[in-house]
Every structure is written in structure tokens, then in C-alpha cells.
């Protein structure tokens, strides 16, 4: 017997009108969806006049749910995985269940579609050639410091989820740790009646989302600026300061020697820098 497949379909994330052509006929096709909230997807699917039965599928049953959706697909049943707006698997419940399907020989197909942060990041403005993506960040405020201060020297673009009754903080917590001057993009409410991109340095970012109680509702993407590329020839700021220390009673040799074994940075650099600052 034909194993089925395990179709993984992105479903709007506001505007009901950007579900594809393909996902309706799969959610109509298959035997069984697969989703975050049974109730949530309920809507989308009367919608459409879909009538495939579904089963939720979330955070807290996945791991146990998947095998058992897995046999059925084995047994020659196709499925689909749906989220409750977007695409599945992106800070979403799925990879379980993906993985188990692939281990057990299941076809896995995506059919593409909306996602917000994809969607954030082709309309921010901020370089998208090179990024990367948080997920969200911890909820406690010690944790979320943390994980900004690691993300402080990311040359990347980088972008986060961020829950709205958290906004706020998480913004003064960037500014604090990453400066007044960090550019950082607000996606908000992405493809919806009140959907806002607004971009600014974060001094005044922080003051615009204070200032106005709506842009802490709904939906928020939150996109960052990479910090700036340092250059690979410059030395570290301390490696320089050891030199100049060493300078004030060693020969530019020695200096150049002991500071290279102190620091681990190349001697000939160090020796050259040393003749540039007029060493003895």
C-alpha cells in the first residue's frame, strides 16, 4: 500500500484572500487536517465551505498525537498541517509531527504561503540578503536582556515575535543594551485593517509606542538592524591598550612579542603597529 502524504499549508495571517489556490484544494482533498486550534481554524474553514473533519494538533498533544496520525498516513490517508495563521513550524507546533513523517517514509510536501515574518522583512526596508530569526524571546525580563546582550553583535538582520502586552519592554530593554541609535522596524497587524510599519532609532521608537496604546495590540514583528561589520585588519581595542602599557618600557620588539603571546594576535601586526606609534 501507497503511504499518503503529509501536506504542510500556510494559511493566512489576516486577509483571508491570501490563502492560495492550492491550499484550498488540498484542505478539500485530504482526509484529515491537522490543527493548532480546531475552533480558531474553524472560522477559515467555513469560510471556504470546507467541510474535512480536523483534529487539533498543538504544543501540548503533538508528540504523542504524531504517531498515530503517522500510522494513518502509512495506512494510505493524506493529511494536512495547518497553524493557526501562517505557515506551520515557524514558532508553530508541527516539527514533531514533520518529523516523525519523515522518519517513518511519509511524504512530506509544503504548499507555500503567507508568513509573517517574511512578510515583515520584504517591506522593512532593512538589508535582507543575509538574516536571521528569533522566534520569541524569553518572557521574563532577565532572560530577554540576556538573549538581546547575545544578539547585540549580530551584523545580520535580525527579527523576533513579540507577544503586544510585552512590546514596551522588550523595546526599552533594546535600547538600553543596543543603543539610542539601533534602527529597529515595528511590523504590526501584517495584512489586517490596521496593519503599521514604522521604522526609527530605537530612542524614538520607544517614545512612539509609548505614546500611542494601539500599537501595542495585535500581531508585532520586530525587526533589527545588524550591528555594524567590524573590520577584520582592526586591531581589538584592548589588544592595543596591552601594547601601549608594554611601550612604555620595552623595546618595540619585545613589546610587539609579549603582547602577540598575552593576546594570541599576530606578532608582525603588533610590531608594525608599535613602529607606528613611534616605538623605541
Known amino acids: 500500500m501507497t503511504a499518503g502524504t503529509l501536506h504542510i499549508v500556510a494559511t493566512p495571517i489576516g486577509n483571508l484572500q491570501d490563502i492560495s489556490p492550492r491550499a484550498l484544494d488540498v484542505l478539500r482533498s485530504v482526509s484529515l487536517i491537522a490543527a493548532e486550534d480546531t475552533r480558531h481554524s474553524a472560522r477559515l474553514l467555513q469560510h471556504f465551505g470546507i467541510q474535512t473533519p480536523t483534529t487539533a ?38 516539527y514533531h509531527l514533520v518529523r516523525q513523517a519523515r522518519a517513518a517514509g511519509v511524504r512530506v510536501s509544503p504548499v507555500p504561503g503567507a508568513c509573517a515574518l517574511i512578510a515583515a522583512l520584504s517591506a522593512a526596508g532593512l538589508p535582507s540578503d543575509r538574516f536571521a530569526f528569533e522566534g520569541f524571546l524569553p518572557a521574563k525580563a532577565h532572560g530577554r536582556r540576556q538573549r538581546i546582550e547575545a544578539l547585540a553583535g ?121 613602529l607606528e606609534r613611534g616605538g623605541r
Open 57 to 94: 494538533c498543538h504544543d501540548h498533544n503533538e508528540r504523542d498525537k504524531s504517531e498515530r496520525l503517522v500510522q494513518r498516513m502509512l495506512g494510505g490517508e493524506s493529511m494536512a498541517l495547518i497553524s493557526d495563521a501562517g505557515t506551520p513550524l515557524v514558532s508553530d507546533p508541527g
Open 154 to 274: 549580530e551584523s545580520r538582520t535580525w527579527m523576533l515575535y513579540e507577544a503586544p502586552h510585552r512590546l514596551l519592554e522588550c523595546l526599552e530593554d533594546m535600547r538600553d543594551l543596543l543603543g539610542d541609535d539601533r534602527q529597529v522596524v515595528l511590523a504590526r497587524e501584517l495584512t489586517k485593517t490596521f496593519e503599521t510599519i514604522k521604522g526609527a532609532p530605537l530612542s524614538e521608537l520607544v517614545e512612539w509606542v509609548r505614546g500611542d496604546s494601539d500599537q501595542q495590540r495585535g500581531e508585532c514583528v520586530l525587526l533589527v538592524e545588524g550591528a555594524p561589520q567590524r573590520d577584520e585588519d582592526a586591531l581589538d581595542p584592548e589588544v592595543e591598550r596591552i601594547l601601549d602599557v608594554l611601550l612604555e618600557d620595552l623595546p618595540v620588539k619585545q613589546a610587539a612579542a609579549l603582547a602577540a603571546k598575552i593576546t594570541g594576535e599576530k606578532k608582525n601586526k603588533l610590531y608594525q603597529l608599535a
